[in-house]
């Protein structure tokens, strides 16, 4: 990428970790923030008024499944691979995401596109066309422990350095998720159109694997280990998960289910990764522990999108309204907890000097956020124009 010409957006209210700066300029030179401040010197050949608009760190989401949603927005309808990911890449940027953690699930004979062969060729394909994207490109690779056939492929491809974040899933019904199986059977049926007798397969064979599930599973922990590759857990439930998780070195805990479970992830000193929709809506879609309480409870260091790449800048807001954290703290979930969490926090995840220019620039109308720009390294990718 051709660095970018220098550049001063002046006048603007900037959200920095530990704060606000009202009425602050920021100054970009060859795609890093190179001041900030009240008063800067103009030497740069671009400038742009704020006119008191809010300046924010571009989010950095660690897990997104939207590629899964518009790979296949019903069941069996499928697009072309290409022109999901450049089309999302658009979508990512005007949702003001700068570094974006695609979520590809191995998870053999449950749904379509989280089949081995298609997940590890869409691993393939952005490895390939990562470069040519507006956003930073990553994969978060989701491995369904009672897989056994994707062991040598996520093998293969953390070896490659193709996975930059792993985590571990369990979706058998009885724990979890699913603490029941009828919940399991209604979400499969209605959500990805499997009949009666499919859903029935699945769960037998997950039943039968899952006696194995935790020698696969501590095979990639210490493969992850060794190549220094974080990894999170989904849906964790009881004490006991979390005191296991941390024996093998797992340092997020994806969207615990209830308040057992967060509190003995955070009191582990885990980072504990909550949904952005869940926060905009009040409540979980499978009725399990509400974000916004996790929050009240004082725990809670992630918002990442989920499914949905929008909500991540309206439950940012949200928070603050409802009092639930400051704006700079809630900025900070989907900012700079999510970078050093994966330990890429010294190159970008905040608005501070040095770092790279992810930025955006954020109007709020009527109490409805909206961005206006984003710029990744300076760049400027996505611009929207307002009445």
């Known amino acids: 990428m051709v660095s970018p010409e220098s550049l001063l957006i002046e006048n603007a209210r900037i959200v920095t970790p530990s704060g606000v700066l009202d009425g602050a300029s920021l100054v970009v030179e060859n795609g890093r923030i190179a001041g900030i401040g009240r008063v800067l010197p103009i030497k740069s050949r671009a400038r742009i008024d704020a006119s008191g608009n809010w300046l924010l760190p571009g989010f950095i989401d660690l897990h997104s499944d939207a590629l899964e949603k518009d790979l296949e927005p019903r069941p069996n309808t499928r697009f072309p691979l290409d022109i999901v990911l450049y089309e999302l890449d658009k979508k990512l940027a005007a949702c003001g995401v700068t570094t974006i953690f695609h979520s590809i699930s191995f998870a053999e004979g449950e749904i379509g596109v989280r089949c081995n062969e298609a997940a590890a060729a869409v691993i393939e394909r952005i490895a390939e066309l990562a470069p040519r994207f507006v956003v930073g490109t990553r994969i978060h690779a989701r491995f369904e422990i009672t897989d056994e056939g994707a062991v040598p492929r996520l093998e293969a491809f953390l070896k490659k350095g193709k996975i930059q974040l792993m985590s571990f899933m369990d979706h058998t019904p009885g724990q979890g998720q699913f603490r029941e199986a009828a919940a399991f059977e209604d979400y499969y049926r209605l959500v990805y159109g499997k009949e009666k007798r499919e859903v029935h397969d699945i769960i037998g064979r997950k039943i039968r694997s899952r006696e194995t599930a935790a020698a696969r599973l501590d095979y990639l922990a210490v493969l992850c280990r060794s190549l220094g590759i974080p990894m999170a857990s989904h849906d964790d439930d009881s004490k006991e998960k979390i005191r296991w998780l941390c024996e093998r070195a797992v340092g997020i805990s994806e969207f615990p289910v209830n ?109 409805v956020p909206r961005i206006l720009k984003t710029f990744v390294s300076g760049r400027e990718v996505f611009s929207t124009c307002l009445s």
């Open 259 to 367: 308040l057992e479970a967060l509190r003995a992830a955070g009191d582990a000193g885990l980072r504990i990764c909550l949904g952005a929709p869940n926060v905009l809506r009040g409540f979980s879609q499978g009725g399990n522990l509400s974000a916004r309480q996790a929050i009240q409870e004082g725990y809670g260091d992630i918002l990442c999108s989920d499914y949905a790449p929008m909500t991540m800048l309206h439950a940012v807001f949200t928070l603050e309204i409802l009092g639930l954290r400051s704006l700079h703290e809630a900025v900070n979930m989907v900012s700079l907890e999510p970078a050093a969490a994966v330990g890429i926090d010294g190159e970008t995840g905040s608005l501070e000097e040095g770092k790279a220019a992810d930025v955006l620039l954020v109007a709020r109308n009527n109490g």
